[in-house]
Protein backbone atom coordinates (compact mmCIF):
# COMPACT_ATOMS: atom_id res chain seq x y z
CA UNK A 1 0.00 0.00 0.00
CA UNK A 2 1.70 3.16 -0.85
CA UNK A 3 0.69 6.89 -0.32
CA UNK A 4 -2.36 7.99 -0.56
CA UNK A 5 -3.12 10.63 -3.21
CA UNK A 6 -5.97 12.62 -3.62
CA UNK A 7 -6.27 14.52 -6.93
CA UNK A 8 -8.41 17.94 -6.86
CA UNK A 9 -10.04 18.94 -10.04
CA UNK A 10 -12.24 21.85 -11.60
CA UNK A 11 -12.47 24.20 -13.89
CA UNK A 12 -11.06 27.71 -13.53
CA UNK A 13 -13.14 29.66 -10.53
CA UNK A 14 -14.65 27.25 -9.16
CA UNK A 15 -13.04 27.11 -5.67
CA UNK A 16 -10.03 25.00 -5.96
CA UNK A 17 -7.83 27.69 -4.01
CA UNK A 18 -10.32 27.72 -1.04
CA UNK A 19 -11.07 24.33 -0.58
CA UNK A 20 -6.97 23.90 -0.42
CA UNK A 21 -7.07 26.34 2.64
CA UNK A 22 -9.77 24.94 4.34
CA UNK A 23 -8.12 21.72 4.32
CA UNK A 24 -4.19 23.26 5.50
CA UNK A 25 -6.76 25.18 8.44
CA UNK A 26 -7.97 21.79 10.07
CA UNK A 27 -6.07 18.73 9.14
CA UNK A 28 -4.01 16.59 12.20
CA UNK A 29 -2.61 15.11 9.03
CA UNK A 30 1.06 15.47 7.52
CA UNK A 31 0.01 16.39 3.63
CA UNK A 32 1.92 16.91 1.01
CA UNK A 33 0.18 19.97 -1.49
CA UNK A 34 1.39 19.78 -4.85
CA UNK A 35 0.39 22.61 -7.42
CA UNK A 36 1.04 23.66 -10.86
CA UNK A 37 2.67 26.47 -9.71
CA UNK A 38 2.65 28.92 -6.34
CA UNK A 39 1.22 31.97 -8.07
CA UNK A 40 -1.51 29.74 -9.10
CA UNK A 41 -2.45 28.85 -5.56
CA UNK A 42 -2.67 31.75 -2.94
CA UNK A 43 -2.05 29.88 0.25
CA UNK A 44 -3.33 31.56 3.36
CA UNK A 45 -0.16 33.44 4.55
CA UNK A 46 -1.01 33.10 8.39
CA UNK A 47 -0.69 29.19 7.24
CA UNK A 48 3.11 29.31 5.88
CA UNK A 49 5.75 28.89 8.32
CA UNK A 50 8.47 28.76 5.91
CA UNK A 51 9.78 29.69 1.87
CA UNK A 52 11.80 28.15 -0.21
CA UNK A 53 12.31 28.48 -3.84
CA UNK A 54 9.51 25.59 -4.56
CA UNK A 55 8.68 24.26 -0.84
CA UNK A 56 6.52 25.90 1.08
CA UNK A 57 6.49 24.77 4.89
CA UNK A 58 2.84 24.90 6.35
CA UNK A 59 1.91 24.93 9.75
CA UNK A 60 0.67 21.48 11.00
CA UNK A 61 3.52 19.49 9.78
CA UNK A 62 2.28 20.20 5.87
CA UNK A 63 4.11 21.70 2.84
CA UNK A 64 3.48 22.91 -0.66
CA UNK A 65 5.52 21.74 -3.53
CA UNK A 66 5.80 23.85 -7.00
CA UNK A 67 6.06 20.91 -9.82
CA UNK A 68 5.39 22.22 -13.05
CA UNK A 69 6.10 20.27 -15.78
CA UNK A 70 7.65 17.82 -13.51
CA UNK A 71 5.16 15.79 -12.24
CA UNK A 72 6.59 13.12 -12.23
CA UNK A 73 10.14 14.01 -11.04
CA UNK A 74 8.71 15.67 -7.86
CA UNK A 75 6.23 13.01 -6.97
CA UNK A 76 9.76 10.78 -6.94
CA UNK A 77 11.09 12.64 -4.64
CA UNK A 78 8.90 12.47 -2.22
CA UNK A 79 9.36 8.73 -1.58
CA UNK A 80 12.72 9.30 -0.63
CA UNK A 81 12.53 12.53 1.33
CA UNK A 82 12.55 12.70 5.08
CA UNK A 83 9.00 14.50 5.13
CA UNK A 84 6.91 11.34 4.25
CA UNK A 85 3.34 12.62 4.11
CA UNK A 86 0.13 10.85 5.48
CA UNK A 87 -2.10 12.18 2.30
CA UNK A 88 -0.51 13.44 -0.90
CA UNK A 89 -3.06 16.19 -2.46
CA UNK A 90 -2.30 16.99 -6.11
CA UNK A 91 -4.27 20.36 -7.50
CA UNK A 92 -5.10 20.23 -11.48
CA UNK A 93 -4.67 23.22 -13.57
CA UNK A 94 -7.99 24.33 -14.32
CA UNK A 95 -7.92 23.30 -17.39
CA UNK A 96 -6.62 19.63 -17.15
CA UNK A 97 -8.15 16.84 -17.73
CA UNK A 98 -8.02 14.50 -14.87
CA UNK A 99 -7.26 11.21 -16.95
CA UNK A 100 -3.68 12.70 -18.32
CA UNK A 101 -2.82 12.70 -14.25
CA UNK A 102 -4.17 9.78 -13.09
CA UNK A 103 -2.22 7.87 -16.03
CA UNK A 104 0.98 9.54 -14.97
CA UNK A 105 0.49 8.77 -11.11
CA UNK A 106 -0.63 4.67 -12.31
CA UNK A 107 3.38 4.79 -13.18
CA UNK A 108 4.09 4.93 -9.79
CA UNK A 109 3.87 2.24 -7.23
CA UNK A 110 4.62 3.96 -4.18
CA UNK A 111 1.19 5.51 -4.60
CA UNK A 112 -2.21 4.79 -3.72
CA UNK A 113 -4.43 6.87 -5.68
CA UNK A 114 -7.89 7.42 -4.05
CA UNK A 115 -9.45 9.51 -6.38
CA UNK A 116 -10.67 12.87 -8.14
CA UNK A 117 -12.39 15.68 -5.90
CA UNK A 118 -14.20 17.19 -8.81
CA UNK A 119 -15.42 21.09 -7.58
CA UNK A 120 -18.05 22.81 -9.95
CA UNK A 121 -19.61 26.67 -9.94
CA UNK A 122 -23.49 26.09 -9.39
CA UNK A 123 -23.86 29.95 -10.22
CA UNK A 124 -21.95 29.10 -13.96
CA UNK A 125 -22.55 25.63 -14.49
CA UNK A 126 -25.25 25.10 -16.72
CA UNK A 127 -23.89 28.50 -18.89
CA UNK A 128 -20.74 26.68 -19.47
CA UNK A 129 -22.11 23.09 -20.49
CA UNK A 130 -24.12 25.24 -23.19
CA UNK A 131 -20.16 27.22 -24.10
CA UNK A 132 -19.72 26.05 -27.14
CA UNK A 133 -15.83 26.58 -26.56
CA UNK A 134 -15.28 24.88 -22.98
CA UNK A 135 -18.37 22.23 -22.90
CA UNK A 136 -16.30 19.89 -24.49
CA UNK A 137 -13.15 20.33 -21.44
CA UNK A 138 -16.17 20.67 -18.55
CA UNK A 139 -17.92 17.17 -19.63
CA UNK A 140 -14.50 15.48 -19.24
CA UNK A 141 -13.79 17.20 -15.93
CA UNK A 142 -17.04 16.18 -14.93
CA UNK A 143 -17.32 12.57 -16.37
CA UNK A 144 -13.67 12.23 -14.93
CA UNK A 145 -14.94 12.22 -11.29
CA UNK A 146 -15.10 10.47 -7.98
CA UNK A 147 -16.60 12.69 -5.84
CA UNK A 148 -18.06 15.54 -7.45
CA UNK A 149 -19.13 18.95 -5.39
CA UNK A 150 -21.41 21.67 -6.36
CA UNK A 151 -19.87 25.05 -4.94
CA UNK A 152 -21.33 28.11 -4.65
CA UNK A 153 -24.54 26.57 -4.11
CA UNK A 154 -25.41 29.96 -2.09
CA UNK A 155 -25.46 32.32 -5.13
CA UNK A 156 -28.94 30.02 -6.87
CA UNK A 157 -32.66 30.38 -5.36
CA UNK A 158 -33.72 26.93 -4.76
CA UNK A 159 -35.30 26.52 -8.20
CA UNK A 160 -32.51 27.67 -9.76
CA UNK A 161 -30.04 24.45 -7.88
CA UNK A 162 -32.68 22.07 -8.52
CA UNK A 163 -32.38 22.39 -12.15
CA UNK A 164 -28.78 22.43 -12.13
CA UNK A 165 -29.09 19.35 -10.54
CA UNK A 166 -31.20 17.90 -12.68
CA UNK A 167 -29.39 19.18 -15.47
CA UNK A 168 -26.00 17.19 -13.72
CA UNK A 169 -28.12 13.90 -13.46
CA UNK A 170 -29.50 13.98 -16.54
CA UNK A 171 -26.21 14.42 -18.53
CA UNK A 172 -23.76 12.40 -16.43
CA UNK A 173 -23.54 9.50 -14.39
CA UNK A 174 -22.69 10.93 -10.68
CA UNK A 175 -20.79 8.75 -8.42
CA UNK A 176 -20.93 10.38 -4.79
CA UNK A 177 -22.42 13.80 -4.76
CA UNK A 178 -21.87 17.03 -2.84
CA UNK A 179 -23.46 20.21 -2.28
CA UNK A 180 -20.93 23.08 -0.59
CA UNK A 181 -20.58 26.93 -0.15
CA UNK A 182 -17.01 28.59 0.06
CA UNK A 183 -15.83 25.33 -0.66
CA UNK A 184 -16.34 24.00 2.49
CA UNK A 185 -16.03 19.84 2.57
CA UNK A 186 -14.74 17.48 5.36
CA UNK A 187 -11.73 15.81 5.63
CA UNK A 188 -13.28 12.63 6.45
CA UNK A 189 -15.32 13.16 3.01
CA UNK A 190 -12.50 14.12 0.97
CA UNK A 191 -9.95 12.19 1.22
CA UNK A 192 -11.13 8.64 1.39
CA UNK A 193 -10.39 6.31 -0.79
CA UNK A 194 -13.14 6.12 -3.48
CA UNK A 195 -11.96 2.99 -4.63
CA UNK A 196 -11.32 1.66 -8.49
CA UNK A 197 -13.53 3.68 -11.41
CA UNK A 198 -14.42 2.29 -14.17
CA UNK A 199 -16.34 5.75 -15.48
CA UNK A 200 -12.73 7.06 -15.88
CA UNK A 201 -12.49 7.58 -19.69
CA UNK A 202 -9.33 8.08 -21.17
CA UNK A 203 -9.77 11.14 -23.64
CA UNK A 204 -8.45 11.56 -27.10
CA UNK A 205 -5.33 13.78 -27.65
CA UNK A 206 -7.02 17.52 -27.93
CA UNK A 207 -6.04 20.97 -27.53
CA UNK A 208 -7.61 22.23 -24.24
CA UNK A 209 -7.99 25.62 -26.33
CA UNK A 210 -6.11 28.01 -23.73
CA UNK A 211 -3.37 30.34 -23.77
CA UNK A 212 -1.90 31.05 -20.12
CA UNK A 213 0.37 33.83 -19.77
CA UNK A 214 2.69 34.82 -16.89
CA UNK A 215 3.47 38.50 -17.01
CA UNK A 216 5.73 40.38 -14.77
CA UNK A 217 4.83 44.20 -14.67
CA UNK A 218 7.28 46.28 -13.77
CA UNK A 219 5.55 49.68 -13.00
CA UNK A 220 3.24 50.16 -10.62
CA UNK A 221 -0.81 50.08 -11.67
CA UNK A 222 -4.12 51.80 -10.66
CA UNK A 223 -6.41 49.34 -9.39
CA UNK A 224 -9.45 50.63 -11.49
CA UNK A 225 -7.68 50.96 -14.60
CA UNK A 226 -6.15 46.91 -13.97
CA UNK A 227 -10.04 46.30 -13.10
CA UNK A 228 -11.17 47.98 -16.52
CA UNK A 229 -8.61 46.39 -18.51
CA UNK A 230 -9.09 42.83 -16.90
CA UNK A 231 -13.28 42.95 -17.65
CA UNK A 232 -12.75 44.26 -21.35
CA UNK A 233 -15.48 42.20 -23.29
CA UNK A 234 -12.10 42.55 -26.22
CA UNK A 235 -9.69 40.39 -24.41
CA UNK A 236 -12.09 37.09 -23.56
CA UNK A 237 -10.28 36.75 -20.36
CA UNK A 238 -11.57 33.20 -18.40
CA UNK A 239 -8.74 33.67 -15.10
CA UNK A 240 -6.53 36.06 -13.97
CA UNK A 241 -4.41 35.83 -10.43
CA UNK A 242 -1.55 38.01 -9.40
CA UNK A 243 0.01 41.23 -7.28
CA UNK A 244 0.43 44.13 -8.62
CA UNK A 245 1.74 47.88 -6.78
CA UNK A 246 0.05 50.98 -6.74
CA UNK A 247 1.73 54.25 -7.02
CA UNK A 248 2.05 54.62 -2.95
CA UNK A 249 3.78 51.00 -2.75
CA UNK A 250 0.95 49.23 -1.80
CA UNK A 251 0.44 45.53 -2.42
CA UNK A 252 -2.92 44.12 -3.74
CA UNK A 253 -3.72 40.92 -4.55
CA UNK A 254 -6.00 40.16 -7.41
CA UNK A 255 -8.50 37.38 -8.41
CA UNK A 256 -10.71 37.20 -11.75
CA UNK A 257 -12.74 34.19 -12.54
CA UNK A 258 -14.48 35.90 -15.81
CA UNK A 259 -17.26 36.77 -13.79
CA UNK A 260 -16.16 37.50 -10.29
CA UNK A 261 -13.41 40.20 -9.73
CA UNK A 262 -11.61 40.76 -6.16
CA UNK A 263 -8.91 43.40 -5.66
CA UNK A 264 -7.61 43.42 -1.66
CA UNK A 265 -4.88 45.00 0.03
CA UNK A 266 -2.40 42.51 1.52
CA UNK A 267 0.49 43.53 3.95
CA UNK A 268 2.93 41.05 2.73
CA UNK A 269 5.37 42.35 0.07
CA UNK A 270 4.76 40.23 -3.12
CA UNK A 271 6.77 40.50 -6.34
CA UNK A 272 4.13 42.27 -9.02
CA UNK A 273 2.97 38.89 -11.61
CA UNK A 274 0.33 37.56 -13.18
CA UNK A 275 -1.41 34.58 -14.47
CA UNK A 276 -3.67 35.15 -17.33
CA UNK A 277 -5.83 32.54 -19.38
CA UNK A 278 -7.87 33.01 -22.18
CA UNK A 279 -9.60 31.32 -24.85
CA UNK A 280 -7.19 30.45 -27.79
CA UNK A 281 -8.36 32.58 -30.82
CA UNK A 282 -9.79 35.09 -28.55
CA UNK A 283 -7.58 36.32 -26.06
CA UNK A 284 -5.17 38.84 -28.04
CA UNK A 285 -2.03 38.40 -26.19
CA UNK A 286 0.23 40.43 -27.65
CA UNK A 287 -2.59 42.86 -27.37
CA UNK A 288 -3.13 42.08 -23.79
CA UNK A 289 0.14 42.73 -22.59
CA UNK A 290 0.91 46.15 -24.35
CA UNK A 291 -1.94 47.45 -22.97
CA UNK A 292 -1.32 46.49 -19.20
CA UNK A 293 2.05 48.14 -20.53
CA UNK A 294 0.54 51.24 -21.17
CA UNK A 295 -1.74 51.86 -17.77
CA UNK A 296 1.91 50.93 -15.88
CA UNK A 297 3.44 54.15 -14.16
Request: glycine content about 6%; overall charge negative.
Amino acid sequence: MGIPLTLISGYLGTGKTTLINNLLRTTKKRIALLVNDFGDVNIDESLIEARTESVMSIAGGCVCCSYGNELIETLESMSSNEFLPDHIVLEASGIALPSKIIQTISLMNFLSFHGTVLLTDASRLQKQLNDVYISDTIGLQIEQHDLLVLNKTDLLAEDELSNCIDTLSKRFEIRKFLKTVNAYIEEKDMLLDFGPSDKIKLEKKQEHGFISSTIKPTGTINAHALSTLLQDPVYNIERAKGFFKNKKGEVFTIQYDGLTLKIEKTENEKESVFVVIGKKNFYNEKEFVEKLNSIQT
